[in-house]
């Protein structure tokens, strides 16, 4: 074998072990040779069912990352959320979707999608932190026994912002980032998409919200999509933070009872 050979192997040995999706450059070191390699491997996403949100983010949520959808009460986190999960569960794909606020409702799924869909549900309500930690901490087994595609979690902080005080801030931060580091290892490890929502709350920041657990999911989160509405309905999803895109692009999109489609209003905000 070709010492340039070795080296090839190797790097890809080291590459592909660790799951990286992404361009990548490297340089090994051997022999006293130096080789820079570059490897391109196309990142792999689903579709959200939705034509802006999927132009938005490149065709769709991105596997092996968590993707956090944040913004006000009403501003359609838990739309976007079905919406997914009904396009998903029309392809035959199977979804793990956690509630934690009794949000999902079949009703508005099966106007979305064909009951049939329904089935390949698997839908957990979470009543406490604890109970939402357990739940977490089971999932990757539910993962490999069902083959779940993708995993929805409406909302992350909800429970959380019910348990934490003062007294409490720090521990329950560790149990919000434990919660957040198996989905995240779960999405790399499986290759699937994880999709969170976030709740959010005044702060005196640039744009006047801060998300609820500030700093722990802004970290776990790789796309972060903040959605807002005006007073004409018509809502804005915008790149906040994302590994590939470029912070600030942005569409438009109405919820309709058929879901979320292009919102024909230029739309004021
Ligand atoms: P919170 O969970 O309270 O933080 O809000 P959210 O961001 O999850 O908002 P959600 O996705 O629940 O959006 C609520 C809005 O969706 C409502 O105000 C309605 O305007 C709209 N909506 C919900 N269901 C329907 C429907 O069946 N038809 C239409 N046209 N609009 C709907
Ligand atoms: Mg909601």
Redesign the pocket.
């Known amino acids: 074998m070709s010492p340039l050979l070795s080296h090839v192997i190797q790097f890809e040995c080291i590459e592909f072990k660790s799951g990286v999706w992404c361009s990548k450059e490297a340089e090994l070191v051997k022999d006293k040779r130096v080789v820079t390699l570059f490897l391109f491997v196309e990142v792999e996403r689903v579709s959200t069912g939705c034509e802006p949100l999927d132009t938005l983010l490149n065709g769709g949520v991105e596997k092996g990352v968590i993707s956090n959808f944040y913004?006000?009460?009403?501003?359609?986190?838990?739309?976007?959320c079905i919406q997914v999960s009904a396009k998903v569960a029309e392809n035959g794909g199977k979804v793990a979707y956690i509630d934690s606020?009794a949000?999902f409702s079949p009703e508005?799924f099966m106007?979305i999608a064909n009951e049939d869909a329904l089935d390949n549900i698997f839908l957990k309500d979470v009543t406490d932190f604890e109970q939402q930690d357990e739940t977490i901490e089971g999932l990757e087994n539910l993962v490999e026994d069902e083959g779940i595609d993708l995993i929805v979690v409406?909302?992350l902080v909800s429970l959380y912002r019910l348990k934490v005080n003062g007294d409490n801030a720090q521990e329950v931060n560790q149990e919000l980032s434990q919660q957040l580091s198996t989905l995240s290892g779960i999405a790399r490890n499986h290759n699937l998409p994880v999709l969170i929502?976030n709740?959010v709350y005044t702060s005196f920041d640039e744009d006047g919200l801060e998300l609820v657990g500030r700093d722990v999911p802004k970290y776990w989160s790789k796309c972060l999509v903040k959605?807002s509405q005006n007073d004409k309905?018509v809502r804005k999803a915008r790149i906040a933070k994302h590994r590939s895109l470029p912070e600030g692009k942005e569409v438009l999109f109405e919820?309709?009872?058929e879901g979320l489609v292009k919102s024909s209003d230029s739309g004021l905000f």
């Open positions: 913004g006000e009460s009403g501003s359609g986190k838990t739309n976007v606020e949000s508005r106007q409406d909302s929502t709740q959605l309905n919820i309709t009872d």
